[in-house]
């Protein structure tokens, strides 16, 4: 049986040196001063090898435990290896079903070719801001309501209400976006409808007395600026739309 004395007291050689321990857990001291834990094994008849780590970052003890668990599932009629592939191949499919992972793809895809590349900015920024820190390891199609409801109280909490708004409607159409491409089965967004603080709009006064229209009028004849500008400032009083209806015609 090993010992942490011996193992701290081997020196490497030329050639690769094994430390055997117990139950087929042996160190292998390479010639380069390399420490690799390895477990010894048969399978279905065949000699196998696993890695266990590297010594000092995986201990005597952290190694043993480690072998116990690869035997418990030999006991079970598991090679550890391919257990080990099967659990790195679900951590890979979990990081790409991530939420950060499917919404980044939304945006590439989807959200960048409907809208300017100011919007498009603006929206992966609320994103990785205000959504990545608290959901984005998370898999998309394991997010429940009170979870992403939390994560909007964390943006109102700074009175950024409209950007908890503006953050949950991105997240709809990323979880939207999800169930389309077989990652998600529903959106939590609309059992959030009426959870949020509301929106506080505040209206402009219109300008009723004839004097200060009459003065409006006269700043937008005298406008110098661009002529695009210019020539929608003297529309809007005769067509009375809004600013964004006046900009798309």
């Known amino acids: 049986m090993l010992s942490d004395t ?3 007291s081997a020196k490497p050689t030329s050639k690769a040196v094994r430390l055997y321990d117990e139950r087929g857990l042996y160190l292998e001291v390479t010639p380069s001063g390399g420490r690799w834990w390895r477990l010894k094994y048969r399978f ?3 000699e196998k ?4 780590g590297t010594y000092p970052d995986t201990s005597l003890k952290a190694a043993r435990d480690k072998r116990d668990r690869a035997r418990e599932l030999l006991a079970q009629g598991v090679d550890p290896s391919d257990a080990r592939r099967a659990e790195r191949e679900s951590k890979s499919l ?3 079903n991530s939420f950060e992972a499917v ?3 939304w945006h590439a895809t989807v959200h960048v070719v409907k809208v300017s590349a100011g919007h498009a900015a603006r929206t992966l920024i609320r994103l990785e801001q205000d959504v990545f820190p608290w959901l984005g390891s998370q898999t998309i199609g394991e997010i429940k309501a009170p979870q992403l409801l939390q994560t909007m109280r964390r943006i ?3 009175g950024a209400i409209e950007t908890a708004h503006r953050a949950l409607q991105a997240c709809g159409q990323v979880f939207r976006y999800a169930i389309a491409t077989g990652r998600a089965e529903r959106d ?12 506080l709009v505040q209206h402009m006064a219109a300008i009723t007395d004839p004097q200060r229209v009459g003065q409006l009028l006269r700043a937008i004849e005298d406008y110098k600026g661009m002529p695009i500008t210019r ?5 809007a009083p005769l067509v009375f739309v809004r600013p964004g209806g006046l900009r798309k015609a």
């Open 188 to 199: 939590p967004t609309p059992d959030l409808r009426g959870a949020l603080k509301p929106v």
């Open 94 to 96: 979990e990081a790409v």
């Open 49 to 52: 090898l696993l890695s266990m």
């Open 44 to 46: 279905d008849g065949r």
């Open 156 to 158: 109102e909490s700074r």
């Open 103 to 105: 919404a980044r793809e």
């Open 231 to 235: 020539a929608a400032l003297q529309l």
């Open 6 to 8: 011996q193992i701290r």
